[in-house]
């Protein structure tokens, strides 16, 4: 797959990337001004020439060709399949925060084997894109939204690239018709606080504790699950928690893609978390609250 046959999958994402960095870069420059006035001591302060440049222009300079891939991006226009398959996931995953899956929260189980080349194959190319790289910076965005639609959906059934490339255009389309927060926007104490407890439940999740999003909408519908379970970051945690249950690799894995036949959005995750709290309950003799 040519960087020319993806280059539509540049967006949102990359101009949104380019936009943040431009902000990071001033606001830490803001801070450390303020810092050095603050303070009588001496201190002595490297800014490297990037960063003296993205001062002068407003913002870090990217390629042209990056620039005009992110513009073609926002302003795509999806076929009417992906968007009928995008607003229908969207009403499938109601009250799953945060989810552009058909499978929400089930990403990064283990990959079928033609899957797992897959994956192998777009590294190979996203490797190959960066050491041709002429202009000073690569943008990697498409293959790592490749990388990611195999993994949240390659576990399910057998992968091509065009089936990857359609996950993303899913993904996007998804993102396009979201309704827009309607929340005022957040101070710059508010925005610093709601990022340090992302940040905190990130660390949590990376030592392999279970989310507590999901523990709330367990203790929410009445389910007894095995809390306790811990799991390799980025491994899924649902295999952690079938084997805390008494279930076995490949026999979760066997329901689960037999569920995602009948299944999908938040039905499909409600069924997958039943069969765990069933199994646990019978393996531990814990009975449901209600």
Do not use: C
């Not at 009588?40 to 300079?61: D, F, K, L, M």
């Not at 194959?121 to 041709?132: D, F, N, R, T, V």
């Not at 790592?144 to 089936?163: F, H, N, Y």
Request: hydrophobic share 40%; glycine share 6%.
């Amino acid at each position: 797959m040519s960087i020319t046959t993806i280059a539509s999958f540049y967006g949102s994402s990359a101009a949104s990337a380019v936009r943040s960095t431009s902000g990071s870069v001033a606001s830490s420059q803001r801070t450390a001004g303020t810092a050095s006035t603050a303070t009588s001591e001496s201190t002595t302060v490297s800014i490297s020439n990037q960063a003296r440049q993205a001062a002068a222009s407003g913002g870090i300079a990217v390629p042209e060709s990056i620039r005009q891939d992110a513009l073609a991006e926002l302003n795509r226009v999806f076929p009417q399949d992906i968007l009928d398959e995008a607003k229908a996931r969207l009403d499938a995953n109601q009250g799953i925060s945060g989810s552009s899956s058909a499978t929400p929260g089930l990403g990064n189980l283990p990959l079928l084997p033609e899957n797992e080349a897959l994956i192998a194959q777009i590294k190979s190319e996203m490797h190959a894109a960066h050491a041709a790289n002429t202009e000073g910076m690569t943008n990697l965005t498409p293959y790592v939204r490749l990388i990611q639609a195999v993994q949240s959906e390659g576990w399910k059934t057998p992968m091509s690239m065009e089936d990857a490339q359609r996950e993303v255009d899913i993904a996007q389309a998804m993102a396009k018709l979201a309704p827009a927060a309607s929340e005022a926007p957040l101070s710059e104490a508010q925005q610093l606080q709601k990022n340090q407890a992302a940040m905190a439940q990130f660390e949590k999740e990376l030592a392999g504790e279970v989310p507590d999003k999901l523990k709330q909408r367990w203790q929410e519908a009445g389910l007894s699950m095995p809390e306790s379970a811990t799991t390799t970051f980025p491994k899924s945690i649902w295999l952690g928690l079938a084997k805390a249950a008494g279930i076995g690799e490949d026999e979760f894995l066997a329901k689960a893609r037999e569920l995602a036949g009948n299944y999908s959005g938040n039905s499909f995750l409600q069924a997958v978390e039943s069969i765990i709290s069933e199994r646990y309950v019978a393996s531990s003799g814990t009975k449901t609250s209600t």
